[in-house]
Structures are given as C-alpha cells and as structure tokens.
C-alpha cells in the first residue's frame, strides 16, 4: 500500500498543499520549523485518528481557523482509496 496523494487545508502551517505522490520513494527536505514534521503528522492522523504529538486537537488547526482537513488517496495492488479526515 502507498500514499497517493496527500491534501491538507488549514492544518498547521498549512493553508492549503497538495501533494501527488510518485511511484518509489519520497524524500522531504527543508530548513527548520517549515512543516516536514507537519505532512509527518497529517499522514499519521489519518492513518491511526490520533496524533504523535499532541492530545488537543486545536493545536492541529491553523490560527483563526475553525476547523482542518485532511485527504489522501492510498494505492494498493487493485484499488485506489480514498481517505478524509475533518
């Protein structure tokens, strides 16, 4: 199974990114403090509804912002499936 695509609105740092996702492997490289450990945590989230880093939920909505979503779509070997978290 591998991850697509990935779509954050109002996550954390993140107004609103998508990412299409290639075949192989994904490397994500940055200065500090730019979101790496952000598109982490989305990916985390969506995969087991909790995070790695925090117990309140607010914390993972943008400022100002009343609520965040993440989309992504997972491939496995005969399906694509598509996940959404709010």
Known sequence: ???K???LSHFRNYQ???LCLGPGLTILTGE???GKTNLLESIF???LAK???TNHDSEMIEWDQEQA???AVIETKNYEIP???T
């Open 32 to 34: 500090n403090a730019q």
């Open 5 to 7: 695509n990935l779509k």
């Open 51 to 53: 995070s790695h880093r």
């Open 45 to 47: 989230l969506l995969s």
């Open 16 to 18: 609103g990114i998508e």
């Open 1 to 3: 199974m591998k991850l």
């Open 69 to 71: 979503r993440i989309e």
């Open 83 to 85: 996940l959404a978290l």
